[in-house]
């Protein structure tokens, strides 16, 4: 079935304590995208970027089965940049430099040819930009799935909470998870976010895997313990683009076929921080992804004999 | 099989963000030998108590199968007594009084009748009195294993790397792995571990789950997400008795059997933190045992279609 992903495609400038990238594409569209094409040739985007932006990654994504109809190119105008420094344990992060340039006023054309999409995954954007993409499809896609940033909830947490009642899956890191709703301890914040709409929740605990929760189940997905973190830029998103990837893949909704895109999320993720930017999500096959899956499945399966 | 468990017996006072106690019983020697007496019927235990320490205790660890014929009582002597208090998110805490009393001068008597033990758990103790256990063994057992503290990292490194090079399976945490290796990365730790000595590496990392390392395989085993973490104490002394209850009970030292331990230890854990001290441990029967295994093994399973 089609996916819909909606998020950016931008400029990166990433130092990290392996080294430094000059400008790379980077963007959470670009990311997700990526990481849902290994698992489908029939895929959409909506997004922007400015007249620098470099026409031959458009050309790649085309060829990798990503519709771009949707991505505005502004003439004349410059392309979201983000600049940021990792520190030494890899787990935090300073913003150096953020230029909104086209995504400041973005408004997300949702073109004729993409309403069939039955299956749509937010990137991290605007909660306004997020609903407008929900507003303007001509039929309730099957499954809605948004990523967000505590950005978005120290600035505008109402219109988040709006966008966050109007999707199906919510995915979240636990610090994100925790500012939500106001409680420390996962569980209880998974079951507030449930509340709020949701009807599942994806809490991303970064080297200490990943939780999905329903109403009434849990599964909790390992990371791949690492010897090296390169760069975690877009694991999150590539993740996001791993398992609505497979979802939308699979056509399948159920929470097991949930806990599977989970783990082909978690093993997407895994690649990505290998190295810079997108740099080793461009180098994989079906195959590495297969051998890695099966990693994690070794990882974490253990046969209880009675 | 016969399981020896070395460690203290002891008292505690321990203070959480959800109330105080007075002084309870504890220690690493407690949590670990009544951990494993759900597993196996003829334990011993080697250990040194004041004779302040309330008798009744000792024939409650008689009837659960724990042979206390090692557990020397100094008369005129004091027990062991600890006293923290966690911080607010339960992951770390202060110590607020430790008085050795016995523990200052404890040699580990081996009685005759225990020479017989096949398996050792040699709990958080000096890891001279741990190396002097191991060579008052006449035989060697079939697998010894230790847990330990980043204490005696910072007073004795050189008596604990000669006492680790004696065992086949070490128990830490994260925090200790990489005290002990100067390695950040748990995998990188591990590897070096296992160059000390050790045939297995076990990296607990709390709320985060268990790593289990041998040279060629590695095994995850998350941590029960819950709702609620009232009294971590014992935590990590619980799991280890679980360990190595489970593997003396099975008598089966093979990766997959161990894979099968680190649940039932995590198992054993995630009742500890429950209620105070023993407490949970006291109330709970082999049926509650069975219903979390089943709980953890629901938590992370999944089922690769292809």
Same mark, same amino acid.
Request: overall charge positive; proline content about 7%.
């Given at each position: 079935m089609s996916l819909l992903t909606v998020g950016s495609v931008a400029f990166d400038a990433i130092e990290t304590p392996f080294g430094k990238t000059d400008k790379?594409?980077?963007? *959470?569209?670009?990311?997700?995208s990526l990481a849902s094409s290994f698992f489908m040739d029939n895929q959409k985007i909506i997004s922007v970027v400015g007249s620098d932006f470099p026409s031959n990654v458009l050309v790649d994504m085309n060829s990798r089965g990503i519709d771009t109809t949707g991505l505005q190119v502004k003439k004349g105008e410059k392309t979201f940049f983000w600049s940021g420094k990792y520190h030494n344990d890899m787990n935090s992060r300073d913003t150096l430099i953020t230029e909104l340039n086209v995504l400041e006023h973005f408004d997300p054309i949702v073109p004729d040819s993409y309403q069939d999409s039955a299956y749509i995954m937010l990137g991290n954007l605007s909660p306004l930009v997020q609903s407008t993409v929900i507003e303007?499809? /001509?039929?309730?896609? /099957?499954?809605? *799935?948004?990523?967000?940033m505590n950005f978005w909830m120290d600035i505008a947490m109402d219109d988040l /909470? /709006?966008?966050?009642?109007l999707v199906d899956v919510l995915i979240v890191n636990d610090e994100e998870a925790r500012q939500l709703t106001d409680e420390y301890a996962l569980v209880t914040a998974a079951k507030e976010i449930l509340k709020m709409g949701p009807n599942y929740v994806i809490i991303k605990k970064g080297e200490h895997g990943a939780l999905l #929760?329903?109403?009434?189940?849990? #599964?909790?997905?390992?990371?791949?313990?690492?010897?090296?973190? #390169?760069?975690?830029?877009? *694991? &999150?998103?590539?993740?996001? &683009?791993? #398992?609505?990837g497979y979802i939308a893949a699979s056509d399948d909704q159920s929470f097991e076929n949930m806990k599977r895109a989970v783990i082909y999320g978690s093993a997407m993720a895994s690649f990505c921080v290998e190295k810079f930017g997108t740099e080793r999500l461009l180098e994989i096959n079906q195959k590495d992804i297969n051998e890695r899956v099966k990693a994690f499945n070794d990882l974490s399966s253990f046969d209880l004999k009675n």
């Open positions: 790379i594409v980077g963007g *959470a569209g670009t990311y997700i303007r499809m /001509k039929e309730r896609p /099957k499954l809605i *799935a948004m990523d967000t /909470k /709006k966008t966050i009642s #929760f329903s109403a009434n189940q849990m #599964f909790f997905a390992p990371a791949l313990p690492l010897a090296e973190v #390169f760069d975690p830029t877009g *694991a &999150g998103d590539t993740f996001a &683009g791993g #398992f609505m």
